[in-house]
C-alpha cells in the first residue's frame, strides 16, 4: 500500500535530481578533493558552497560543511564559549543537540541557564532577557521548533544580547527554517542547517560562523575545510545539499502548504478533546497537536493502516517516549502521551491532507470507543 | 605442532548408558554452531578437538563453542608428539622471560614411561635453561599445561575457557517459551535450554496497541537465544480482540488476571500442535502484581496438569539482569517499546484474584474460547536462525 508521508520534520524522501546529481558525483566525480588531480570536484563543492550561501543569505567563506547539524550543533556549544568562566545560556525548546551539550558543559562546572518558552512554544524574551547578564558568553536559541513550528525572532534576541552581553557569541540552530521560514540571517553569529529536511541526504550539514569570527575546529586531523572541519569532504552530500535547495525552492508550493495546515488545523481543532499546538507566526510546515487520553503512538499505528505516516514529535522525542518541549510549554503528560506531529513537504497534496483529515476523525473517533 | 581448540564436556560424564544419546546430540549441536566456519571436528571419547582453522577463525570459533550447552570448557592449545622436546617447545610459548611459571602435566596415557610429576619437572628445567624465568609451583603467574592422550599426542595450553555448562539443548524435550519484550522471559529461556529444552518461542502482540517495533525487539531477542539453542520457531499470537473484549465487558481489575489465563489457554494449545511438553515462562514470586501467589494459581489453573517451568521464580530481579546482561539480552530488554500487558492496563490490578471470580469474569464474554481458536488460527510463524 502506498503510504502518504507527513513527516517531513523528521526527514524527507531525496529528490530524484538530487539523488542523480549524487550518483554522478559517487560514480564518475569520485575522486578525493585533496588530491591535486582533482579539479572538477573541488570546482562543484565551491559552487555548491556559494550556491547554499546565497541561499541562507551569508558569504561562500562563512559556510564549513559538516555531517549535519548535530555536529554543528555540538561546535558551537563546545567551541563557541570565549570566555570560559561566563555563563551559557539556552531555551528551553532547543533540539538535543543542544540541549544535551549543553548539559555536558554543565557537568564540566560551567553555568547553563535555561530559558523558559510561553504556552505558544516561543521563547519568552522577557525572562530570557532577565538571564543574560555581563558573564554571559554564548547564547543558543533555536530558530524554528522542530517540535512545534514555533519561531523565535531572532533579531529580537539579538539586539537583547547586544544590550545586555556585547561580547556574547549567538548560535541558532535554523534547520526547520531554511528555505522553510524567513528569518534574519544576519542576527546569530552561529548558524546549523541540515539538508535531509529539504530533500537533501543525512550526513551532511553546514556550519556558518560570522565572518571575522575565529571558532576553534571540533575535529582536526587533515586540514579540510581551510581547517576548520577536517575529515574527506562528503562530496556527494555536499553537491546533494545544494541540489536539494534548488529543487525544493523550485518544487515546494508554499500557498499549498499553508492551505493544508489550515485543513489538518480546523479539522483537528474540531475534535473533542484535541488541543492543536500552534500561534500566530508558527512554520507552516509543521503542525503539532495533542490528543488528549490517547497514546500517539497507537493513533499513529492506525493512520499508518490506512496510508499515512505522521510524527510523534521529534524523533529523538518519540525514541525516549518523553517531549521535553512540550512540557516546557506547560502541555499536561496526559496531552503530552497524545502528541502527534504532522508536518509537510513538497510531495504533499491537498487530496492527500483531505485523506489524512478523514483517517484522523474516524481514528480518533473509534480509539475514543475503544479506550473509554 | 598444530594449534588446536580442546573441548571438554561436564555433566555429560555422570550418564550412563544413556551416554551416547547426549553425545550425539552434542555433537550434533557443535557441528551446528561451527557449520559455517571452515575446520575439523575429531570427536574421541569425554574430549574432542576442533582443528584445521584459519588463525583469523581462532577467536569466531572459541566464542560460538563458549555457548553451546553440554560443554564445561575449551583450551585453545598446541596438539604435539609426546616427545619431551616437542612438548617443551610448544610450552615455552607461553612462558615470558622475568615471569613465574609452573608446567602442570597430566597423564592420560598411563603407558607414557615418566609420571605426571616427571613431566612437569622435565619440561619446566628445559625451559629454565632456556628462558630467564622462575618456577613457582604455588603462586605462579603463567600456567602451562601439558596433558599427554592415550590418542599418542600432547596438548599444551595456557587458559582454560569456561564455557555454558548445562545439557545439550535437545536432549529434554521441548517446552514452549512465553516470550515477551521483557528482561525476564529471555532468561527463563536461556535457563530451560541450559537443562537441554529445545525451545518453540511463543509472542502475545496487540497492534495496533503495540508496535511493530514491539515485535521486532522480541525477534532479536529470540535470535540471541539462537546462539544458546540453535535455531527455532517463533509463533507471534494477537491478542488484541480479546483485550478489547475483556477491556469492554469485564471488572478492570481482572484485566491483567483475564490476559494471564488467555495467554496459559493458548500456549497449552500450541504445546499440544508442537509436540512440546511443558510451558515455561518468566514468573517471578511477587515481582508484578499477577505473579503473587493467588495469580499463578488462577493463570495455571487453564492448564490443568500441565507442567508449567518457572526457572526465574526465586530469583530477584538484580539476579535476573545479572543473567540477561551475561546473555546478551538486557541492552534489548530495556528498549522502551509498549508489550501487550501495558495495553489497558488497570491502576490496580488484583493481586489476590480467585479461580471462581476469574472464570465468572470469563462469562461476560461472549465466544472467548472461539476468540483464541482465531487467535492461534491467525497466528504467524517466523524460523528464528543464528
Same mark, same amino acid.
Given at each position: 500500500m502506498r503510504k502518504f508521508y507527513f513527516d517531513n520534520a523528521g526527514t524527507t524522501k531525496v529528490f530524484d535530481e538530487t539523488a542523480k546529481e549524487m550518483m554522478r558525483i559517487l560514480t564518475?566525480?569520485?575522486?578525493? %578533493? @585533496? +588530491?591535486?588531480? @582533482?579539479q572538477n570536484i573541488k570546482v562543484e563543492i565551491e559552487s555548491a558552497r556559494e550556491y547554499i550561501a546565497e541561499q541562507i543569505g551569508? @558569504? +561562500?567563506?562563512e559556510i564549513i560543511f559538516t555531517s549535519g547539524a548535530t555536529e554543528a550543533d555540538n561546535w558551537a556549544l563546545l567551541c563557541g564559549?570565549?570566555?570560559?568562566?561566563g555563563n551559557v545560556v539556552i531555551s528551553e525548546g532547543e533540539h538535543s543537540a543542544i540541549y544535551e551539550t549543553a548539559g555536558e558543559l554543565k557537568s564540566k562546572g560551567i553555568e547553563v541557564r535555561y530559558a523558559p518558552l510561553d504556552k505558544s512554544g516561543k521563547l519568552d524574551y522577557d525572562k530570557f532577557a532577565q538571564l543574560l547578564?555581563?558573564?554571559?558568553s554564548l547564547v543558543s536559541v533555536i530558530c524554528?521548533?522542530?517540535?512545534?513550528?514555533a519561531v523565535n525572532d531572532l533579531t529580537l534576541i539579538r539586539e537583547m544580547i547586544d544590550d545586555r552581553c556585547k561580547r556574547a557569541l549567538f548560535h541558532s540552530d535554523c534547520v526547520q527554517a531554511l528555505c522553510k521560514v524567513p528569518f534574519? #540571517? @544576519? +542576527? %546569530?553569529d552561529m548558524m546549523s542547517f541540515s +539538508?535531509?529536511?529539504?530533500?537533501g541526504p543525512k550526513g551532511i550539514g553546514a556550519f556558518a560562523i560570522k565572518k571575522g569570527l575565529k571558532i576553534k575546529p571540533l575535529i582536526t586531523g587533515g586540514g579540510q575545510e581551510k581547517n576548520m572541519r577536517s575529515g574527506t569532504e562528503n562530496c556527494a552530500g555536499i553537491v546533494g545539499f545544494a541540489s536539494a535547495i534548488k529543487c525544493f525552492n523550485q518544487k515546494i508550493d508554499r500557498a499549498l502548504v499553508n492551505k493544508m495546515k489550515l485543513l489538518l488545523k480546523q479539522t483537528l481543532c474540531g475534535i473533542d478533546g484535541v488541543n492543536v499546538h500552534d500561534a500566530n507566526? #508558527?512554520?507552516?510546515?509543521i503542525l503539532s497537536a495533542s490528543v488528549s487520553g490517547i497514546k500517539s503512538e497507537i493513533l499513529q499505528h492506525l493512520l499508518y493502516d490506512d496510508g499515512f505516516v505522521i510524527g510523534l514529535g521529534s524523533a529523538c522525542s518519540a525514541r525516549t517516549g518523553k517531549n521535553r518541549v512540550l512540557k516546557a510549554m506547560g502541555v499536561s503528560e496526559k496531552e503530552i502521551e497524545g502528541n502527534i506531529r504532522i508536518s509537510f513537504g513538497c510531495d504533499n497534496t491537498m487530496e492527500q491532507a483531505e485523506m489524512l483529515c478523514d483517517s484522523l476523525v474516524k481514528n480518533i473517533k473509534i480509539l475514543k470507543e475503544k479506550l473509554r | 605442532m598444530d594449534e588446536i581448540i580442546v573441548l571438554r564436556y561436564g555433566?555429560? $560424564?555422570?550418564?550412563?548408558?544413556?551416554r551416547n544419546f547426549f553425545e550425539s546430540r552434542l555433537i550434533r549441536n557443535i557441528k551446528y554452531r561451527l557449520r559455517d566456519i571452515p575446520c575439523k571436528l575429531n570427536f574421541y571419547r569425554s574430549r574432542y578437538e576442533v582443528c584445521d582453522f584459519a588463525n583469523s577463525d581462532r577467536n569466531k570459533i572459541v566464542n560460538k563453542l563458549k555457548?553451546?550447552?553440554?560443554?564445561?570448557s575449551l583450551s585453545v592449545a598446541y596438539r604435539t608428539e609426546t616427545d619431551l622436546d616437542s612438548i617443551t617447545d610448544a610450552a615455552i610459548k607461553y612462558v615470558k622471560p622475568g615471569k613465574t611459571f609452573k608446567i602442570k602435566a597430566h597423564r592420560?596415557?598411563?603407558? $607414557?614411561? *615418566?609420571?605426571s610429576v616427571e613431566i612437569g619437572r622435565e619440561v619446566g628445567g628445559r625451559i629454565l635453561s632456556k628462558i630467564n624465568c622462575e618456577v613457582d609451583?604455588?603462586?605462579?603467574?603463567i600456567v602451562v599445561n601439558v596433558d599427554v592422550r592415550e590418542t599418542g599426542c600432547a596438548y599444551v595450553y595456557g587458559d582454560t575457557v569456561k564455557c555454558a555448562g548445562? *545439557?545439550?539443548?535437545?536432549?529434554?524435550g521441548r517446552g514452549v517459551l512465553l516470550l515477551s /519484550?521483557?528482561?525476564?522471559s529471555p532468561v527463563a529461556g536461556y535457563m530451560m535450554m541450559k537443562r537441554g529444552l529445545e525451545i518453540t518461542a511463543l509472542h502475545f502482540y496487540s497492534y495496533p496497541y503495540t508496535s511493530e517495533l514491539a515485535r521486532q525487539k522480541v525477534i532479536t531477542l529470540a535470535k540471541k537465544l539462537t546462539e544458546y539453542g540453535g535455531k527455532f520457531k517463533l509463533i507471534c499470537v494477537s491478542t488484541t480482540a480479546i483485550q478489547e473484549k475483556i477491556h469492554m465487558n469485564c471488572t478492570d481489575s481482572y484485566m491483567i488476571t483475564l490476559l494471564r489465563r488467555t495467554m496459559m489457554k493458548i500456549a497449552r494449545k500450541v504445546a499440544e500442535e508442537c509436540e512440546a511438553g511443558c510451558i515455561i515462562n518468566g514468573e517471578s514470586l511477587a515481582?508484578?502484581?499477577?505473579?503473587t501467589l493467588s495469580g499463578i494459581t488462577v493463570s495455571n489453573?487453564?492448564? /490443568?496438569g500441565f507442567p508449567v517451568f518457572r526457572?526465574?521464580?526465586? *530469583?530477584d530481579k538484580e539476579e535476573i539482569i545479572e543473567i540477561s546482561q551475561k546473555i546478551d539480552t538486557y541492552e534489548t530488554s530495556i528498549l522502551p517499546y509498549e508489550d501487550?500487558?501495558?495495553?489497558?492496563?488497570?491502576d490496580s490490578p488484583a493481586t489476590k484474584p480467585t479461580i471462581e471470580r476469574a472464570i465468572k469474569e470469563e462469562q461476560k464474554i461472549e465466544n472467548l474460547d472461539e476468540m483464541i481458536e482465531e487467535a492461534i488460527k491467525n497466528r504467524e510463524v517466523i524460523m528464528i536462525e543464528p
Open positions: 564518475e566525480d569520485y575522486y578525493n %578533493p @585533496s +588530491a591535486l588531480y @582533482s551569508v @558569504s +561562500a567563506s564559549q570565549k570566555n570560559k568562566n547578564d555581563e558573564n554571559t524554528c521548533s522542530n517540535e512545534t513550528g534574519d #540571517n @544576519s +542576527a %546569530p +539538508a535531509h529536511k529539504l530533500g507566526g #508558527n512554520s507552516d510546515f | 555433566e555429560l $560424564y555422570l550418564k550412563g548408558k544413556n555457548t553451546v550447552f553440554g560443554l564445561h592420560g596415557d598411563k603407558r $607414557y614411561p *615418566m609420571t609451583l604455588n603462586d605462579p603467574e548445562g *545439557m545439550p539443548v535437545g536432549t529434554a /519484550g521483557g528482561i525476564d515481582q508484578v502484581a499477577s505473579q489453573e487453564t492448564v /490443568g526457572p526465574l521464580i526465586g *530469583m501487550c500487558c501495558t495495553v489497558f492496563l488497570p
